[in-house]
Each structure stands twice: as structure tokens, then as C-alpha cells.
């Protein structure tokens, strides 16, 4: 044994203790090994890397609501660079010293360019990029109660700054609605006129993620993607429900029956119409109640080497 006693009178051969009165000097600290300062080649082959840095560390960020006010939201942040073939690793504590620096400012997408400014000098990389998550509440009304409550968004604000320093901004944003098949409520009269008999036609909770790229010089909020999605589907889930709620939902899917390819058309036309956003990707999912799979659709706007609608982590997107 090298670590535990094997004879009660005798101590383990190699001592195990922490020292919490220790402090390091700045000699000490200029004596510790840097693995940077090895000569060694790096292990396998010496290839770039489109990709390298830290996922899911959180911090509290403050982000700015369209009103002006402002609100701090618990955030995931992702933060990666690119890696040249000669260099063999990075430092990834500097990625989250880059946010820490700025951690008491407002958070916009200007902000997360100073992130990666930073990223870029301090890693020395080609490309850099970073991303946002949080829930971003925003206040619902019910439909006919008068009531009010939060409801709560999956959203995301992203920034990338290529090697030649053009810088890209996105926001990501989920709406969670319901969808009432056509086709099943077609069935269900036809049930009802040839032989009275009563049928509720199937619906479903659905989400649509929605990717935009903000125009150069333009500003595009959350807020606005919200009433993008509410006018484009209309069947948003709810908050606060009273009876009189409850029957204009049921009203509601009755008006707005529609297939996942209708939701990404309908919020193609919605989006397509804002100047604001130079591209868009929209992923929709139907978390069908009548079977036991999903029914999805992928749309993009069609921009020249923008976002091709190749997402296919439809699980991701379950609610």
C-alpha cells in the first residue's frame, strides 16, 4: 500500500496533506512548469483545429430588455478558437478570465466582440466564437382572463470573429406552441356529420428554434423574435389560464390547424419580411401525440454561404 496504513503504529508511505496556510510567492509561481514551455511534438498528427476552448461554464450576465431596462440571467457560455497545427494546446482558463473581465457590464452582441478581440490576441488563434444561453422571460398575457405571467424562453445570443475579422452575430430563440393536425380535424367532422359520432382531433406541444443573423448595422432583440413567432403561429402555449383562457386556446387551434410544414413556411414568411435579419434558420418539431415519433421540418433563408438547414438534433429539441 502506498497511500493507506497496513500497521496501526506506522504511517503510509507517501503523506497525504493540505496546507491551507500556503501561499504562493511570485518566485514560486514563476518555478512552476508550463506545459506551453515543452519542446515536445504535439500527439497525433499536426493538423489545425477548427475548434477547441470550454462548453457550459456559468456565470450570472446582465443582458439589456428591449424597454431599456435591464436584467441578470444565470448563463451557459461556450467559448472556442481555432488552433493552428504548430500549437499544441491552449490555456482554457484565459477563455473564462476573458469573460470575468467584463462580467459587470451589460451584455450585448458588441460585448461578446470584445470577448473574442481577446479570445483572438490572447490564444493567438485564427477564428474565434462564442455562445450564450439562458432563459429570457418575457410577460404573457392570457387571452381573455386579463392575467398575466412569465413566460420563459429558451434564447441565445452568439458572436463569431473569423481570421480575416469579420465579425457575425446571431441570436437563437425557441417558441413553444401547439399544433392541431388538419388532417385529424378533417377525420373528426367527417366523424361528426356521417354518423354523429364525437372526436377531439389530435394536437401536440411543438417548438420551433429559430437561428438569425443580425444585419450590419442593425438591432435585432429577442422580444422581436418572440412577436415574430406569435404572429407567424399564433397558438403560443400559456401562463396564467382561466376557463374563459382555456376555451380561445381550444378556439384558437381550431382557427390555426396546421402541418410542421406549414409552422416553418408561415415563420419563413414572417421572418423573411424584417430587414433586420440577414439570415435565418428555422428548425420546427411536433411532438406528435398521435404517434410515437416526431414530425419535423428544416428551413433556411437561402443565403449564399450562410446556414444550409442541416440541423438534424431534433431530441434536442423536446419540451
Known amino acids: 500500500m502506498y497511500l493507506h496504513k497496513t500497521e496501526a ?30 519542446v515536445e511534438s504535439p500527439q497525433g498528427k499536426a493538423v489545425p483545429i477548427q475548434q477547441v476552448g470550454v462548453s457550459n461554464f456559468r456565470l450570472p450576465l446582465t443582458f439589456r430588455r428591449e424597454d431599456g431596462s ?65 432563459n429570457y422571460p418575457i410577460l404573457q398575457e392570457s387571452l381573455r382572463s386579463e392575467l398575466s405571467g412569465y413566460q420563459y424562453y ?31 380535424a378533417e377525420l373528426a367532422e367527417h366523424a361528426r356529420e356521417t354518423r354523429d359520432a364525437y372526436s377531439i382531433p389530435h394536437s401536440q406541444r411543438s417548438k420551433a428554434r429559430i437561428w438569425a443573423t443580425i444585419a450590419d448595422g442593425a438591432e435585432l432583440t429577442l422580444e422581436a423574435l418572440q412577436r415574430h413567432c406569435l404572429e407567424a403561429l399564433k397558438t403560443e402555449t400559456q401562463v396564467m389560464v382561466k376557463r374563459e383562457d382555456e376555451q380561445a386556446f381550444a378556439e384558437l387551434n381550431g382557427a390555426y390547424i396546421k402541418f410542421v410544414e ?10 423573411d419580411g424584417d430587414e433586420r435579419i440577414a439570415d435565418f434558420q428555422i428548425a420546427c418539431s411536433h411532438l406528435e401525440s398521435l404517434h410515437s415519433h ?15 438547414a442541416d440541423f438534424s438534433d431534433f431530441n434536442d429539441l423536446i419540451c
Open 262 to 271: 406549414d409552422a416553418a413556411r408561415t415563420l419563413y414568411q414572417e421572418l
Open 154 to 184: 429558451q434564447s441565445g445570443i452568439e458572436g463569431r470573429l473569423s481570421r480575416d475579422g469579420v465579425f457575425e452575430r446571431r441570436l437563437v430563440f425557441d417558441f413553444v406552441y401547439s399544433s392541431a393536425c388538419p388532417c385529424s
Open 70 to 134: 435591464t436584467i441578470a440571467l444565470e448563463t451557459s457560455v461556450t467559448g472556442t478558437v481555432s488552433l493552428e497545427a504548430s500549437l499544441k494546446g491552449i490555456n482554457m482558463s484565459r477563455i473564462m478570465r476573458s469573460f470575468y473581465e467584463l462580467k459587470d457590464e451589460v451584455f450585448t452582441v458588441e460585448t461578446i466582440r470584445s470577448v473574442l478581440d481577446r479570445f483572438r490576441e490572447k490564444v493567438e488563434s485564427f477564428d474565434a466564437q462564442v455562445a450564450l444561453r439562458f
Open 294 to 308: 416526431d414530425a419535423v421540418s428544416v428551413i433556411c433563408k437561402g443565403v449564399e454561404g450562410g446556414y444550409r
Open 9 to 38: 503504529d506506522k504511517e503510509a508511505p507517501i503523506a497525504r496533506s493540505y496546507d491551507e496556510t500556503f501561499r504562493p510567492s511570485e518566485e514560486y509561481r514563476a518555478s512552476m512548469p508550463d506545459i506551453m514551455d515543452s
